[in-house]
């Protein structure tokens, strides 16, 4: 008998929400309504703090911040409060690497391992060139590790992850002393999408041998600076404490602030203010305020699908309609930035908690792009 009513209760509020969002796809959402729904869903205790912004042209419209960005130390959520963005850092780095091919210092179609101390080859299909276009592409054979015991999900609290050499030498090549053979899948490089963490970490390694700086230091200084984005950061020591949300594991514990040795896959952290200056160069062809981190050509190049299989450029993704976009979920941040570039519209939405609704096909997210679609 309770398993019934556990099991009434639950289809009976997934019927709401059905209900809800059916309603709102048919009205035009009032700004009002976006800001009642974030508010009513963090004083549930679901989630500790959203903040998110509707972009328009060069600017932000519509901004809304509410909830502790550190319940701690009673720090309420502003438009300036810097969330973990998980795998949305994985756009700024393929921006970092994609300056380095408009710089004729990576060729996309080339062997990765040219620009490398040592070869990488997938130990199934040794003769088989793996080269950046497939790494950008999520098509290089690279998955990430099965177990949970590997050292690619060790958590290292603030900057303390190890330098991205030698370990991924070691973790990647069958001699290495960390060598994890799951990170290879059972497919040949070019063949089929995987979705890799451990990918964007190794072209994070590819923009240091190439660049000969540090990579937490070339994206400050090639891509954060010229935009503006003094609150932006691979590194927890760039960012004011005050202004850092801190991670809530399973929306109530406080995780500390942390890192993982993966970081230019997912350790990136930025405001809704901040980041909307790098949504704004990519709808705007690679420019913001005057200062341009790409070429037109080359944002083009990123938004283009080159595959038929599935609808994914150079790391950002492409649902349909003229969006571009990219999640990031992780313990203690559930993030969605998305893009429509012809229309010049953009929606970021960041969030010290884990929950579905704040990314796209969740009610929140989609209560807030009903009302972008207004401008």
């Known amino acids: 008998m309770t398993e019934k009513i556990y099991s009434m209760i639950y289809y009976l509020g997934f019927g709401v929400l059905i209900l809800l969002a059916v309603t709102c796809r048919k009205n035009p959402v009032a700004p009002q309504d976006a800001e009642t729904l974030i508010r009513n869903y963090v004083d549930s205790g679901a989630i500790p703090s959203i903040a998110a912004c509707i972009i328009k042209n060069d600017q932000i419209v519509w901004q809304y911040a509410y909830g502790s960005a550190n319940r701690e130390e009673g720090r309420s959520a502003s438009e300036e409060t810097v969330y973990l963005l998980a795998s949305i850092s994985k756009t700024v780095t393929g921006a970092a690497v994609m300056q380095l091919v408009e710089r004729g210092l990576i060729d996309l179609d080339a062997d990765i391992s040219d620009y490398l101390p040592f070869q990488v080859r997938h130990p199934q299909y040794p003769d088989m060139v793996i080269t950046t276009r497939m790494v950008l592409s999520h098509r290089s054979g690279l998955g990430w590790p099965a177990s949970p015991e590997s050292s690619f999900y060790v958590t290292y609290f603030n900057d303390s992850a190890p330098p991205l050499f ?53 994206c400050k200084n090639h891509i954060f600076q010229l935009l503006d984005m003094p609150n932006t950061s691979f590194k927890l020591s760039d960012i004011d404490d005050n202004l850092l949300a801190m991670p809530y594991e399973g929306n109530e514990n406080p995780f500390g602030h942390f890192t993982y040795i993966y970081y230019p896959s997912a350790c990136l952290r930025s405001s809704i203010c901040d980041l909307s200056h790098f949504i704004i160069a990519m709808m705007n062809g690679g420019i913001y305020n005057g200062s341009r981190i790409l070429l037109e050509s080359t944002v083009e190049a990123m938004l283009t699908r080159y595959y038929p299989d599935n609808e994914v450029g150079l790391i950002w993704k492409m649902p349909g309609g003229g969006w571009y976009e990219h999640s990031g979920t992780m313990v203690g941040t559930s993030a969605q930035s998305e893009f429509h570039k012809d229309d010049k519209v953009g929606i970021l939405v960041l969030s010290n908690g884990e929950s579905d609704m704040v990314k796209r096909g969740g009610m929140i997210y989609e209560f807030i792009k009903e009302k972008a679609q207004t401008y």
């Open 166 to 218: 030698p370990w991924i030498k070691e973790f990647m090549l069958p001699d290495g002393s960390d060598y994890n053979p799951s990170i290879w899948r059972p497919t040949a490089p070019g063949e089929h999408y995987w979705y890799s963490n451990f990918g964007g970490a190794f072209l994070g390694y590819l923009v240091e041998e190439v660049s000969g700086e540090n990579f937490k230091d070339y």
